[in-house]
């Protein structure tokens, strides 16, 4: 089909951000106020941040700042994925903490355990179902990596299931697939918007105070508190947490590690239960191809289907704008992409087309850390694969602030930072090298250029 055609009607926002019941936002703050905790950024980060402050301790007065409103970013456009893995998938685990592994695997299904627990317990209507994820081979050079993948996983104890080329196609059924690595139990499917809002809900419930519309423009140090200073008023508070994702971080060193990557989505209009079965997809998993750009789709609770990933952009300068979060030379591409994985879906059409700004840090999985004499603590770094991985995150920053030795606390992905980017121009460089050395490296089976062979040696790399 012609893309353009499918794409002629799409709207220019995020399908989830889209839907009704999106909360009223809460006033912006407008005095001056004290806090135990002030939690800057309203994503599942600090969100989560806030929410467990609450549970460890209900006595705490916590405040939220939100620059804008709840979800508005990546927690409430993403493609809603909601991984335990906290190292950014396993094989990313597996080169930079192998003897942690079984450790952080653990955490992270137990993360996600907790994830499921608090949506339950909190009534939060977002969709949750844990149908896993399925990694899909479509080129052969792809299904060593998966058989590895494989191997690995069953070392480690985790339920994953090979599938050759006939029976991944009778779970799912694209011409395109060769194989492919279900992982039926540590991905859950969520609606991403729905999320962030039932947690802002939680929160209100449990006491935090909400202020959104509310940017945080810097911190400083009054002595026993940490003054937040804000355009109509100002928080002094014991401890700070920042969940402000890719955003111009209060810290400046967090600069160092950080780069805005823009990452593209569509999503399809609601597919009648004929159109459905022309592909399967009785099993519901979320599913991701496996080069190294590479797509991820999955149905939402009506039936649509989300189609997302390939083109990871970064725009010389590092700079953040509204105006990324459309491109249109990559949601054709993502059409045309669409329509050669499921040809039987021909005339379907997309009605919602959008983009959003991922927190890419060199090593993928978050770093974390304290400022301030540890009344400030930080999390931030997670690549594009934090829906889940924020949970843990903000369990880190509340036990760094408690100043408690934990078992989060002492890991060594925990103590240690990513290798900083170059600064500009040189970043720009090094990362626009990087992604066409990518790119080629998909179009050649796989082979890896010197300089992705040299990247690699340094533990180092950029993705989305
Ligand atoms: C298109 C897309 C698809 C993705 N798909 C997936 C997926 O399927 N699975 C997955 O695991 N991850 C995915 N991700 C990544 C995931 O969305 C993020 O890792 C996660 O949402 C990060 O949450 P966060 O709270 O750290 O950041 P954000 O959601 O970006 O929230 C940061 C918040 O802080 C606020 N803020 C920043 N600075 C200030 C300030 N000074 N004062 C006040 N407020 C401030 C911002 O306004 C923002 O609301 C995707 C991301 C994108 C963009």
Same mark, same amino acid.
């Not at 700042?65 to 994925?81: H, I």
């Given at each position: 089909?012609?893309? %353009? ?16 019941? &999106?909360? =009223? ?36 007065? #916590? ?6 409103? #709840? ?23 597996? &080169?930079?903490?192998?003897?942690? %592994? ?6 992270? /299904? @137990?993360? %996600? ?6 949506? =339950? ?8 179902? !844990? ?36 029976? #991944?196609?009778? @779970? ?31 929160? *209100?419930?449990?006491? #935090? ?12 140090? @009054?002595?026993?508190?940490?003054? +937040? ?7 002094? &508070? !014991? ?92 949601? @054709?591409?993502?059409? !045309? ?11 379907? /059409? ?7 700004? +991922? ?59 990513? $290798?900083?980017?170059?600064? =500009?121009?040189?970043?720009?460089? $090094?990362?626009? *090298? ?13 082979? /890896?250029?010197?300089?992705? !062979? ?11």
């Amino acid at each position: 089909m012609d893309p %353009l055609k499918a794409l002629a009607d799409a709207e220019r926002t995020p399908y989830w951000l889209d839907q009704p019941g &999106a909360p =009223e936002p809460s006033p912006r703050l407008t005095n001056d106020t004290t806090a135990d905790l002030a939690v800057v950024g309203g994503g599942f980060s600090g969100l989560w941040t806030a929410l467990m402050a609450k549970e460890r301790d209900p006595s705490q007065d #916590v405040v939220l700042l939100e620059g804008k409103s #709840v979800g508005w970013a990546a927690s409430g456009r993403n493609g809603g994925f909601c991984a335990a893995s906290i190292t950014h998938g396993l094989s990313n685990g597996m &080169a930079r903490w192998p003897d942690e %592994l079984p450790t952080l695997e653990r955490l992270g /299904r @137990e993360n %996600l355990d907790e994830i499921e627990a608090s949506v =339950e317990r909190y009534g939060i209507r977002c969709s949750f179902e !844990r149908t896993g994820e399925m990694n899909v081979a479509t080129e052969e050079w792809q299904l060593d990596g998966l058989r590895e993948a494989e191997r690995a996983a069953r070392e480690l104890g985790s339920d994953q299931l090979y599938l050759d080329r006939d029976q #991944v196609r009778a @779970e799912v059924d694209s011409p395109t697939y060769l194989g492919a690595l279900w992982q039926r139990d540590s991905v859950a499917m969520v609606d991403p918007a729905r999320l962030a809002w039932g947690l802002r809900d939680a929160c *209100l419930r449990m006491g #935090v105070r909400i202020y959104e519309n509310t940017p945080a423009r810097s911190i400083s140090d @009054e002595g026993d508190r940490l003054e +937040i200073a804000t355009p109509h008023g100002a928080v002094r &508070a !014991r401890r700070v947490a920042l969940g402000t994702g890719v955003f111009p971080p209060l810290l400046r060193r967090l600069r160092h590690f950080l780069v805005p990557v823009y990452d593209y989505v569509l999503m399809t209009e609601p597919l009648p239960d004929d159109k459905l079965a022309r592909i399967g997809w009785r099993n519901r998993q979320g599913i991701g191809d496996s080069a190294n750009q590479f797509h991820y789709y999955r149905l939402t609770d009506d039936n649509r289907i989300l189609w997302g990933g390939y083109d990871a952009v970064y725009h010389n300068g590092g700079l953040i704008k509204a105006g990324y979060d459309q491109r249109d030379e990559t949601f @054709e591409k993502l059409a !045309r992409h669409f329509f050669d994985t499921f040809p039987q879906l021909e005339g379907v /059409r997309f009605t919602h087309r959008w983009g959003g700004v +991922i927190d890419t840090c060199s090593r993928f999985a978050a770093f974390y850390g304290t400022a301030y004499g540890s009344r400030l603590a930080y999390a931030a770094g997670y690549t594009g694969l934090g829906v889940g991985a924020t949970r843990f995150g903000a369990n880190v920053m509340l036990d760094l602030l408690g100043g408690e030795e934990t078992e989060r606390t002492r890991l060594r992905m925990v103590r240690t930072k990513p $290798v900083p980017f170059p600064p =500009e121009p040189a970043r720009s460089g $090094v990362i626009q *090298l990087t992604r066409w050395s990518i790119a080629r490296a998909d179009a050649h089976e796989g082979r /890896r250029n010197l300089w992705l !062979r040299t990247l690699d040696a340094l533990g180092l790399g950029f993705d989305s």
